[in-house]
């Protein structure tokens, strides 16, 4: 049967095409259709024309006539328009079509090319999922007259493209089960990738204005987001005039037709760099108005980037303008958008050189009068502080001074008048209430009162604040009080700043105080330091005359200013101890002292200050000498004497030199020679003159015996016999006779030697050695 159906195609195609079926060929209209479509010389709309009237025709036979005839036409390419609608129409008419492609595939090449080519349309246009067919289908992938049409048949059904029949078959045996659903649905994600990354290739760093262009202008969001981003990248000021008039051409379009507002958004930041003069403005004042909530706030802060500036001025005041329109009370629209208005206004106080002062006033009165959110008003008052005329310090005063209002609130009024006095130093009302203020309840005030006194540099603002200095409350405005006290020296603050005794937290910034304060006044810095070594405050008393200056100084100032500050570097060691960073003070202090100790030779604080430094840095081998040539002198406090030779001893004790030793003996004995210490020097000295003893004699050998001499009358033992003088009859030496064997004896009447216990020394001997 399916061969019978084959011979009427195949002999019409061995004759050029096949002819039309008999039932067709009554009709004249569509025998001159297909006569034409048969004809290559027929135009592209005629043949279109054509081709509609055929298949019509051809949808009235049943659906096994169609087929036959329509493979082999579209096996020869004769009709102009898509086959999709008749192949699927037919396939829901007859069950067995499906069959009839597959056996059609089957078919040798040669003499079936133009039916083998009319089934692999058929087959892509069916978008079957028959796995056998669909798999004779990629065997034709191998074959060079068919593997293109194969190979977009495939892609039709499945979404994917097949290289060789390898690949389809890797692809295959993963994917065959899971239907062409999800087979389109992988492959259309995968085109969408492929795609996105062409893009970003296309995209990344300076990519060319062209492509940037044409992404912007793209339908897929991805896409367009990546062309917005290389679109902010571009320089700008390096594109010639005709590239800058697309970009802002493109700019604008995707203003109006970008759909997400988020990019809408993002996009805002774009237009005070592309667009110039109006065109900027009307984009930022069209999303101020109609935008969404985040269009609104970024085209409220861009607005003030537009160039030139006036222009960018008065689309702020047009936006104020419908913040607080008119025919409302109060404000409308965000409080975000009001406050990034009215700090872009304040941000052009600089720059716009003609501002009109009238608009600009009634616009800060009416924001003042119903502005009720605490941002904005904040905001506003910044505004103010740069723009304000000096009507606004009498505007504003009532707020200043009202104990009742915000306290924070308050404190930017300050500000703002401060701003205004600044900019009108002729008008004095902001001048006349800062002294009440730094008194006032609310710290907030105090401390902006204490800035204001400072920047306005308020007369007699010093004093004020060194008066309050004691009375005020909270730590971190005494701080401010004591900045302020530091920025320049004033009469009279002084006296009272070094009655005032810091808490820990104030140290460094009260010293700091005291220092300027000083500043090269000689007699003030005896007064600040009687005053503070008066009250123990050593510390202080070290820093003012470390840091006082010394140009102009007098030789006999710098020898006054020396002197204190030898004595207020030992008193800053004996508290602190020469450890701990301060070793280069204690060096210091050394070298200062021996100087003062050569000048004034009959000073006794110099050397014991030296001494008691020197203890400290353990250098006992420097001052042992100059401690014992201080202890006879009856100057020198004797509990002084005693408390310097106690620790010189136990320092030479730890350091255990024989040198040091030796010295350690002396000072124990000039240390003796002052009489007997107290009670307290006592137990310790006792216990030093153990470690120190004395030098003890060299032990005497008693005389060896003498030994017998044999008998002879030889030379040598006469001349033995007569050197050893006269003897007695027994054979000893005759009283008074001298043995120098003895070693020299003693002088009649004297005494043996004794040692300091009171026993007595063995009698030196000549060693016989």
Same mark, same amino acid.
């Given at each position: 049967m399916f061969a019978l159906l084959l011979c009427v195609p195949l002999l019409a195609f061995q004759g050029g095409g096949p002819e039309l079926p008999e039932a067709l060929n009554a009709n004249p209209a569509v025998t001159e259709a297909w006569s034409s479509l048969q004809d290559p010389a027929t135009e592209a709309s005629l043949r279109n024309i054509a081709s509609a009237v055929v298949l019509e025709s051809l949808a009235t036979l049943p659906p096994s006539e169609q087929w036959s005839f329509l493979i082999a036409a579209d096996g020869h390419g004769l009709f102009s328009v898509s086959l999709r609608a008749q192949y699927r129409q037919i396939a829901k008419d007859w069950p067995a079509l499906e069959a009839r492609v597959l056996e059609t595939l089957a078919l040798p090449s040669g003499q079936n090319d133009a039916l083998l080519l009319g089934a692999i349309h058929a087959a892509g246009n069916l978008a079957t999922t028959n796995a056998p067919l669909i798999e004779q289908l990629a065997t034709l992938l191998e074959n060079p007259?068919?593997?293109?049409?194969?190979?977009?048949?495939?892609?039709?059904?499945?979404?994917?493209?097949?290289?060789?029949?390898?690949?389809?078959?890797?692809?295959?045996?993963?994917?065959?089960?899971?239907?062409?659903?999800?087979? *389109?649905?992988? @492959?259309? &994600?995968?085109?969408?990738?492929? $795609?996105?990354?062409?893009?970003? +290739?296309? %995209? #990344?760093?300076?990519?060319?204005?062209?492509?940037?262009?044409?992404?912007?202008?793209?339908?897929?969001?991805?896409?367009?987001?990546?062309?917005?981003?290389?679109?902010?990248?571009?320089?700008?000021?390096?594109?010639?005039?005709?590239?800058?008039?697309?970009v802002a051409d493109a700019l604008r379009n995707a203003l109006d037709q970008e759909s997400d507002a988020a990019l809408r958004t993002s996009l805002l930041a774009l237009v005070p760099q592309v667009l110039k003069n109006r065109e900027a403005l009307?984009? *930022?004042?069209? @999303?101020? &108005?109609?935008?969404?909530?985040? $269009?609104?706030?970024?085209?409220? +802060?861009? %607005? #003030?980037?537009?160039?030139?500036v006036e222009i960018a001025w008065e689309g702020l005041l047009r936006g104020l303008d419908g913040a607080y329109p008119k025919e409302i009370e109060g404000p409308s629209g965000q409080i975000a958008v009001r406050q990034a208005l009215w700090s872009g206004l304040g941000?052009?106080?600089?720059?716009?050189?003609?501002?009109?002062?009238?608009?600009?006033?009634?616009?800060?009165?009416?924001?003042?009068?119903?502005?009720?959110?605490?941002?904005?008003?904040?905001s506003i008052l910044s505004a103010i502080r740069r723009l304000g005329g000096p009507n606004y310090l009498e505007v504003l005063r009532p707020l200043a001074v009202d104990s009742e209002a915000s306290e924070v609130e308050r404190s930017e009024v300050l500000v703002a008048m401060t701003g205004v006095a600044e900019r009108h130093p002729e008008i004095t009302i902001l001048q006349e209430i800062l002294p009440a203020l730094l008194a006032d309840p609310q710290p907030q005030v105090r401390r902006q009162a204490i800035a204001s006194m400072r920047k306005l540099k308020v007369s007699q603002a010093p004093l004020l604040m060194v008066q309050r200095l004691a009375s005020e409350t909270e730590v971190v405005l005494q701080k401010d009080l004591l900045a302020a006290l530091g920025e320049a020296k004033v009469?009279?603050?002084?006296?009272?700043?070094?009655?005032?005794?810091?808490?820990?937290?104030?140290?460094?910034?009260?010293?700091?105080a005291l220092v300027v304060q000083i500043g090269g006044d000689f007699a003030q810095l005896e007064m600040v330091r009687a005053a503070l070594v008066k009250r123990f405050d050593r510390e202080f008393a070290f820093l003012v005359v470390r840091t006082f200056p010394l140009e102009g100084l007098s030789p006999e100032d710098r020898l006054v200013l020396d002197r204190k500050h030898a004595t207020v570097v030992w008193e800053w060691l004996m508290l602190k101890g020469s450890g701990n960073g301060n070793a280069s003070y204690a060096a210091d202090a050394v070298t200062r002292l021996r100087d003062l100790m050569a000048l004034e030779p009959d000073s006794l604080e110099w050397p014991i200050y030296l001494i008691e430094i020197e203890l400290q840095r353990g250098q006992v081998a420097a001052i042992v000498p100059l401690l014992i040539q201080l202890l006879p002198n009856p100057a020198v406090d004797l509990q002084k004497k005693w408390e310097l030779g106690c620790a010189a001893l136990l320092a030479a004790d730890n350091v255990d030199t024989?040198?040091?030793?030796?010295?350690?003996?002396?000072?124990?004995?000039?240390?003796?020679?002052?009489?007997?210490?107290?009670?307290?020097?006592?137990?310790?000295?006792?216990?030093?003159?153990?470690?120190?003893?004395?030098?003890?004699?060299?032990?005497?050998?008693?005389?060896?015996?003498?030994?017998?001499?044999?008998?002879?009358?030889?030379?040598?033992?006469?001349?033995?016999?007569?050197?050893?003088?006269?003897k007695s009859e027994e054979g000893q030496p005759t009283e008074g006779s001298e043995n120098p064997a003895a070693g020299g004896a003693e002088e009649p009447g004297a005494s043996p030697p004794q040692n300091p216990g009171g026993e007595e020394f063995p009698q030196a001997v000549s060693n016989p050695l």
């Open positions: 007259n068919f593997s293109s049409n194969a190979r977009l048949a495939l892609e039709d059904i499945t979404g994917e493209e097949f290289g060789t029949q390898k690949d389809f078959l890797l692809w295959w045996e993963s994917s065959k089960d899971l239907g062409r659903e999800i087979w *389109l649905e992988t @492959a259309h &994600e995968k085109e969408k990738q492929r $795609e996105l990354a062409d893009w970003r +290739r296309r %995209l #990344q760093g300076a990519a060319a204005v062209t492509e940037v262009l044409y992404g912007v202008r793209h339908p897929r969001q991805p896409i367009r987001v990546m062309a917005y981003e290389a679109l902010r990248r571009l320089d700008f000021q390096s594109l010639d005039a005709a590239t800058n008039l697309q009307n984009p *930022l004042l069209r @999303a101020l &108005e109609f935008g969404v909530d985040e $269009e609104r706030l970024a085209a409220a +802060r861009y %607005l #003030q980037l537009v160039e030139p941000s052009l106080a600089d720059r716009v050189t003609n501002q009109d002062s009238v608009r600009l006033d009634a616009q800060f009165q009416v924001a003042l009068a119903v502005e009720t959110a605490r941002p904005v008003r904040a009469a009279d603050v002084l006296e009272v700043l070094v009655n005032f005794t810091p808490s820990q937290t104030l140290r460094e910034a009260y010293g700091k024989p040198e040091l030793r030796v010295q350690g003996r002396t000072l124990l004995e000039a240390m003796l020679a002052l009489g007997e210490p107290d009670a307290d020097c006592k137990f310790l000295f006792d216990q030093l003159q153990e470690k120190f003893p004395g030098e003890e004699p060299e032990a005497v050998l008693p005389p060896p015996d003498p030994q017998p001499e044999e008998a002879g009358t030889s030379e040598e033992g006469a001349a033995a016999d007569a050197s050893e003088g006269p």
